[in-house]
Each structure stands twice: as structure tokens, then as C-alpha cells.
Antibody, heavy 119, light 110 residues
Framework: EVQLVESGGGLVQPGQSLRLSCAAS????????IDWVRQAPGKGLEWVGR??????????AYAASVKGRFTISRDDSKNSVNLQMNSLRTEDTAVYYC??????????WGQGTLVTVSS | QSVLTQPPSASGTPGQRVTISCSGS????????VYWYQQVPGTAPKLLIQ???QRPSGVPDRFSGSKSGTSASLAISGLRSEDDTYYYC???????????FGGGTKLTVL
């Protein structure tokens, strides 16, 4: 069974940076797209960004709300993906999930990590 | 305001069949595959329907998906109390070059 585990969440002040990590087991990362999806307290799901697989040259895509502030990187040799979040705003407060969409078995999600941006 | 429109709420009684709609446009539902998720508050979303109408292994056949033009629907038959939770549609949007989620529908089993 594929397992994804996010880490790195916490409390930061507006304008600061935070780096989230997502580690996978039981799967070869290089074959898959990895998405980050967030959910603000009491709100719906919001797609944050994507790193595509090796076949797609690991290209990335971002939601307009985070473009230029967030960066996704991956290390397939370590089966890990990072989400570097800079210039954080209060509206970035959310639970952040990493997910493997479009897998042959369906998809996989981590348990989520909470990011709180507050002064 | 999401580019995918879902009704904020839906309801039904045990055993009934309910449908949840997801309305989009030619740049998303009209040209891409739709996915449906179920989410119990405090937990990660669970994939119910992939590629418009395919159920991943383990998803009961009470759940079904369909798509027509720029709209999609999730149908739940034989409604059960454990279906009382939130449902989201999702699709890639070519105009936005990003994935979009519907605003979510809270299903209440009366």
C-alpha cells in the first residue's frame, strides 16, 4: 500500500517562509505526478501545485494564488517532494496534503500537515 | 468562487438515490476527465470516481459518475448514514493550466 507522509508544518508569521516535505513508501516516485492540495479551516479543497513525472521532465504548475511565492521540487532518488513557501500570508493558513493523482490504483493522499500563518 | 459549481447542500433519506452536480466549462469538464472525492471532516479526501465514471477498487457500486458536455454528476444510490459528509468534483482546467475543485457539497442523510 502506498503511503505518503507530510511534514514541516507549523506556526509562522506573515512574510516568513516554510518548507513542507512529502515522503512516499511502496512506490517509485519518478513514475508519478505529485500534487499539493490545501484546505483552509472550514473551507473546501484548493489545488496548490504539481510536479509532473520524469516522462514529463518534472515540469511544474502552480495555482495563481501561490505562483511566484511557492516552489515545488522533488528528489526521486529519495522518494520525496518539497513545497517551499515564501512570503506567507494569513490566507495561506491551511492543512496541506500531498497526493499522487492519476495512479493506476486511483490515487493516494497523505494525512496532511497544518500550516498556520499568524502574527 | 470556484470555476466548478456544485450545490452547497443535498439531502436524502436512507435507501434513496441522490445526485450531486458539477457545472464547468469547455476548458475543464468539456475537455477533461472529472474526478469525485468524498471527505469526512478531519481526514484526507477519498477518491470515489476517476475518469468521469470509473470506480477505483474498493469503492462500492452504489457510487457512479457521469458526464455530459460541460457538466458532471455523482449519483449515490441506496443512501446510507455513512454517506453523510462532503463531496467534491475536480478536473484539470486548460485555461488556468491548473487543477480546480468544486466548492463542495454537504450531503445530509435525513
Amino acid at each position: 500500500e502506498v503511503q505518503l507522509v507530510e511534514s514541516g508544518g507549523g506556526l509562522v508569521q506573515p512574510g516568513q517562509s516554510l518548507r513542507l516535505s512529502c515522503a512516499a513508501s511502496a512506490v517509485s516516485f519518478s513514475d508519478f505526478y505529485i500534487d499539493w492540495v490545501r484546505q483552509a479551516p472550514g473551507k473546501g479543497l484548493e489545488w496548490v501545485g504539481r510536479t509532473r513525472n520524469k516522462a514529463k521532465s518534472h515540469t511544474t504548475a502552480y495555482a495563481a494564488s501561490v505562483k511566484g511565492r511557492f516552489t515545488i521540487s522533488r528528489d526521486d532518488s529519495k522518494n520525496s517532494v518539497n513545497l517551499q513557501m515564501n512570503s506567507l500570508r494569513t490566507e495561506d493558513t491551511a492543512v496541506y496534503y500531498c497526493t499522487i493523482p492519476y495512479a493506476t490504483w486511483g490515487d493516494s493522499w497523505g494525512q496532511g500537515t497544518l500550516v498556520t500563518v499568524s502574527s | 468562487q470556484s470555476v466548478l459549481t456544485q450545490p452547497p447542500s443535498a439531502s436524502g433519506t436512507p435507501g434513496q438515490r441522490v445526485t450531486i452536480s458539477c457545472s464547468g466549462s469547455s476548458s475543464n469538464i468539456g475537455s477533461r476527465d472529472v474526478y469525485w472525492y468524498q471527505q469526512v471532516p478531519g481526514t484526507a479526501p477519498k477518491l470515489l470516481i476517476q475518469r468521469n465514471n470509473q470506480r477505483p477498487s474498493g469503492v462500492p457500486d452504489r457510487f457512479s459518475g457521469s458526464k455530459s458536455g460541460t457538466s458532471a454528476s455523482l449519483a449515490i444510490s441506496g443512501l446510507r448514514s455513512e454517506d453523510d459528509t462532503y463531496y467534491y468534483c475536480a478536473v484539470w482546467d486548460d485555461s488556468l493550466s491548473g487543477r480546480v475543485f468544486g466548492g463542495g457539497t454537504k450531503l445530509t442523510v435525513l
